[in-house]
């Protein structure tokens, strides 16, 4: 056995590969989508190992062609989520007691894998079925992932080697302990890499989980499971069980040894699951930890010195790259009326260009939406623009769910800055401008500080410093990430860890240690090597002063 005291250092971001024609990532990304798309692909649960089919079942399809099923899975039910529970339960028992050594070494196993034999796979997957195109999934499926699970083995390092101080005589040390329980784990579909770590987060702390994945993201999360067993995540540490959310919730919600919930996706749900903790606060052993990344109106704020070039594209690749359907996406902008006819321009030119198709043709910058739903959601905000006598489409306004769930990169105007499409979050490839008067800067980023409940991310323009400042005090509670001259989307591991609060989430900040820290339960250890052997102390005694 090596003794020594081990550490693992910080990584590098991993590279992000071009796909050029003719290169090696590309024939093999072509030769993955290839494959998945011509199989069906049955999903089972994964409860303590094994595979469970309950034969009720749903379809994956693919969002731009949603005639074509990519796969079939199966749904659990509350019995389902029990055995779930259970397992998770029992492989607690021996998870928890792994050194933390040989969980980093599991989980730097994993990232190796992405990162090697199934980049390819895992970013077909995510462009088939989540309808991201190769730049999109690239920078997700493989890169984040990846990031995540390094970041996370170096963060862990240094978090266990936080420890107190011992005076003479005593030993303290701290223990960083699994939670006491299982965690409950729910992800979007809009990220693969926030499906993972979700999951190897906790996992990695010495947790187990019970893990409901979205359905429309079935195809690349049953992927991340086939990876994790691969790589040596033992049975039951981490149960997959597609299904719907209340009869999941219904048994996890009422069972006492609910740990903590990991969750992203919509405030209201978010708000629902605290609810439910709430009225059972009485059931639990321990408290629950929430940790949740929830919605999020983003805004770029301009002001009159920016750049208007560098704004625009800010814009264009803020709001509409995944078509709007990440919660750190553009979704409002406050344009300066003296540069907003250049702005306005600039705008439409580029739109014009944007080609919308499927995810497979490399010259295609916007992509189908997830599915109908949320179609038909995006249309009805677009619907209600059309019919205000407040609001202007100035560039998109239609839609196409004939074939693939297709909407235009739309920008509206409104005269309102409390109008819905500035309050609201569509989660679609959906910018609204309010044109504010140059002379009133400060009155209207106090204005886009106080128009939304979220708080998640948002950026400023400007090549004047102290417009920067003032911006940065003003918004400061405003995002949790706030960029710089650049767009408010698109954050790095171990770069801008991310998360915001108010009504967008808890602010445990994916990508960096705080996040790790909330799935411990620390536990002091103090070593008396010199007991006393009285109870009396020195000052207790009669003795006088010079006796």
């Given at each position: 056995?090596?003794n020594?005291?081990?550490?693992?250092?910080?990584p590098?971001n991993?590279p992000?590969l071009?796909?050029?024609?003719?290169s090696?990532?590309r024939?093999?990304?072509e030769?993955?989508?290839?494959?998945?798309?011509?199989?069906?692909?049955?999903?089972?649960?994964?409860i303590?190992g094994?595979?469970?089919?309950?034969?009720?079942?749903?379809?994956v399809v693919?969002?731009?062609?949603h005639?074509?099923?990519l796969?079939?899975y199966?749904?659990?039910?509350?019995?389902?989520?029990?055995?779930?529970?259970e397992a998770?339960?029992?492989a607690?028992e021996?998870?928890?007691?792994v050194?933390w050594?040989e969980?980093?070494s599991?989980t730097?196993?994993?990232?190796?894998?992405?990162?090697k034999?199934?980049?390819?796979?895992?970013n077909?997957a995510?462009?088939?079925?989540?309808?991201k195109?190769?730049?999109?999934?690239e920078?997700?499926?493989?890169?984040?992932?990846?990031?995540?699970?390094?970041?996370?083995?170096h963060y862990?390092?240094?978090?266990?080697n936080?420890?107190p101080?011992?005076?003479t005589?005593?030993?303290n040390r701290?223990?960083?302990r699994p939670?006491?329980?299982?965690i409950f784990?729910?992800s979007?579909?809009n990220?693969t890499?926030?499906a993972s770590n979700?999951n190897?987060?906790p996992?990695?702390?010495g947790?187990t989980v019970?893990?409901k994945p979205?359905?429309t993201a079935?195809?690349?999360n049953?992927?991340?499971?086939?990876?994790y067993?691969?790589?040596?995540?033992?049975?039951?540490?981490i149960?997959?069980?597609?299904?719907?959310?209340?009869?999941i919730?219904n048994?996890?919600f009422?069972?006492?040894?609910?740990?903590?919930?990991h969750?992203?996706?919509?405030?209201v749900?978010?708000n629902?699951?605290?609810k439910?903790?709430s009225?059972n606060?009485?059931k639990y052993r321990?408290y629950?930890?929430?940790?949740g990344?929830t919605g999020?109106k983003?805004?770029?704020f301009m002001h009159p010195?920016?750049n208007?070039?560098e704004?625009v594209?800010a814009?264009?690749r803020?709001?509409f790259?995944?078509?709007g359907?990440k919660?750190?996406?553009?979704?409002?902008?406050?344009?300066?009326?003296?540069v907003?006819?250049?702005?306005?321009?600039?705008?439409?030119g580029i739109?014009?260009?944007l080609?919308m198709?499927?995810?497979?043709d490399?010259?295609?910058?916007?992509?189908?939406?997830?599915?109908?739903?949320s179609?038909d959601?995006i249309?009805s905000y677009i619907e209600?623009?059309k019919?205000?006598?407040?609001?202007e489409?100035?560039a998109?306004?239609?839609?196409d769910?004939?074939?693939?769930?297709f909407?235009?990169?739309?920008?509206?105007v409104t005269?309102?800055?409390?109008?819905?499409?500035?309050?609201e979050e569509?989660?679609?490839?959906?910018?609204?401008?309010?044109?504010?008067?140059?002379?009133?800067?400060e009155e209207?980023?106090e204005l886009?500080d106080?128009?939304?409940p979220?708080?998640?991310t948002?950026?400023?323009f400007?090549?004047?410093r102290?417009?920067?400042n003032?911006?940065?005090?003003?918004?400061r509670?405003?995002?949790?990430?706030?960029?710089?001259?650049d767009?408010?989307?698109?954050?790095?591991?171990?770069q801008?860890?991310?998360g915001?609060?108010?009504?967008?989430?808890t602010?445990d900040?994916?990508?960096g240690?705080f996040?790790?820290?909330?799935?411990?339960?620390p536990?002091?250890?103090?070593e008396?090597l010199?007991p006393?052997?009285?109870?009396r102390?020195?000052y207790m005694t009669?003795?006088?002063?010079g006796?």
């Amino acid at each position: 056995m090596n003794n020594a005291i081990f550490k693992y250092d910080l990584p590098k971001n991993e590279p992000i590969l071009s796909y050029l024609p003719c290169s090696p990532e590309r024939e093999a990304l072509e030769n993955e989508i290839k494959r998945l798309s011509s199989e069906v692909m049955e999903i089972p649960l994964i409860i303590g190992g094994k595979e469970v089919r309950t034969g009720k079942k749903g379809k994956v399809v693919m969002p731009h062609n949603h005639g074509h099923v990519l796969a079939e899975y199966h749904m659990a039910g509350p019995e389902e989520t029990q055995l779930a529970i259970e397992a998770a339960l029992k492989a607690h028992e021996y998870w928890s007691q792994v050194s933390w050594v040989e969980r980093l070494s599991i989980t730097l196993k994993v990232a190796e894998l992405i990162s090697k034999k199934y980049r390819a796979t895992l970013n077909a997957a995510t462009m088939l079925g989540q309808g991201k195109n190769v730049y999109q999934a690239e920078i997700d499926a493989a890169c984040e992932t990846i990031d995540f699970l390094r970041f996370n083995a170096h963060y862990i390092s240094e978090i266990y080697n936080q420890q107190p101080i011992s005076e003479t005589g005593t030993i303290n040390r701290l223990e960083y302990r699994p939670l006491e329980g299982f965690i409950f784990t729910v992800s979007p579909f809009n990220f693969t890499a926030i499906a993972s770590n979700l999951n190897m987060a906790p996992v990695l702390m010495g947790n187990t989980v019970v893990w409901k994945p979205a359905s429309t993201a079935l195809l690349s999360n049953y992927i991340l499971m086939q990876i994790y067993k691969e790589a040596g995540v033992p049975d039951g540490v981490i149960n997959f069980i597609p299904g719907k959310g209340s009869a999941i919730g219904n048994v996890v919600f009422n069972h006492p040894m609910l740990a903590g919930i990991h969750f992203t996706g919509s405030t209201v749900t978010f708000n629902t699951f605290w609810k439910a903790v709430s009225n059972n606060i009485g059931k639990y052993r321990s408290y629950p930890k929430l940790v949740g990344e929830t919605g999020g109106k983003d805004f770029i704020f301009m002001h009159p010195s920016a750049n208007v070039n560098e704004a625009v594209i800010a814009a264009v690749r803020g709001a509409f790259e995944y078509q709007g359907q990440k919660c750190s996406a553009a979704s409002r902008a406050y344009i300066p009326q003296s540069v907003w006819p250049e702005f306005k321009t600039k705008l439409q030119g580029i739109l014009h260009e944007l080609n919308m198709g499927e995810p497979t043709d490399y010259e295609t910058f916007v992509n189908a939406v997830i599915d109908e739903a949320s179609f038909d959601n995006i249309m009805s905000y677009i619907e209600k623009a059309k019919e205000s006598d407040k609001a202007e489409i100035v560039a998109g306004g239609k839609g196409d769910k004939s074939k693939g769930y297709f909407v235009e990169p739309t920008v509206i105007v409104t005269s309102d800055p409390h109008f819905i499409t500035m309050e609201e979050e569509i989660f679609g490839p959906v910018l609204t401008i309010y044109v504010y008067p140059d002379e009133k800067f400060e009155e209207t980023l106090e204005l886009c500080d106080q128009t939304s409940p979220y708080a998640l991310t948002g950026a400023i323009f400007s090549a004047d410093r102290e417009a920067l400042n003032t911006a940065c005090r003003i918004l400061r509670y405003s995002a949790g990430n706030f960029y710089f001259n650049d767009k408010p989307t698109g954050a790095v591991v171990g770069q801008q860890p991310f998360g915001g609060a108010r009504a967008s989430g808890t602010n445990d900040k994916a990508g960096g240690p705080f996040n790790l820290i909330r799935w411990t339960s620390p536990r002091t250890i103090k070593e008396n090597l010199n007991p006393p052997t009285d109870y009396r102390y020195p000052y207790m005694t009669n003795a006088r002063c010079g006796e």
